[in-house]
């Protein structure tokens, strides 16, 4: 990230932090006579916590008109600081994963963790990833052995 798109960042998360405390001022949950839906801070709470989704979202070099990344987020926090977050959260949800597994290409690899990452399971995909033992094959020369590492079952519970 640029120097300035850094700094235009930490400026508005901070206006968004000041938007939640000063909701928070006339804001009581437990007083519902009292209070009104357009005091509430959850959309800002909402907003801080989504801020680097909705800013950060890739985008094909097709779909930004020929901006580089930087203008586009640069775009991205002017569209937020005007009110326009329904616009900026459109465009950072028209990323998508594969449509079609049939389409990749075929590879003579394991491809677990790219389908894992495809259909946005990213823990399952990051498991995968960094996981390379094999599964050992059970058969009568290790059959002592595997057995061995199980405890043996507790007595059963003699209850009136």
């Not at 850094?6 to 949950?29: E, G, M, Q, V």
């Not at 006579?33 to 950060?56: K, T």
């Not at 079609?100 to 990213?122: C, I, L």
Request: charged content about 20%; proline content about 8%; glycine content about 4%.
């Amino acid at each position: 990230m640029s120097k300035r798109n850094r700094t235009d960042y930490c400026n508005l998360k901070a206006s968004i932090i000041r938007a939640i405390i000063n909701a928070h001022i006339d804001y009581h949950p437990t007083n519902t006579a009292h209070q009104c839906y357009y005091r509430s801070p959850a959309p800002f709470w909402w907003l801080l916590f989504n801020l680097e989704l909705i800013l950060f979202a890739p985008t094909a070099q097709a779909d930004r008109g020929g901006l580089s990344i930087q203008q586009c987020i640069t775009n991205r926090m002017a569209s937020l600081r005007h009110g326009d977050v329904q616009a900026v959260w459109d465009e950072a949800m028209r990323v998508t994963s594969w449509a079609d597994p049939s389409a990749r290409p075929n590879r003579p690899d394991n491809r677990a963790a790219q389908e894992a990452a495809d259909a946005d399971n990213f823990g399952a995909c990051a498991a995968r990833v960094c996981n390379n033992q094999r599964v050992a094959a059970i058969s009568d020369q290790n059959h002592a052995t595997i057995t061995g590492l199980y405890r043996p079952p507790l007595p059963p519970l003699h209850r009136p």
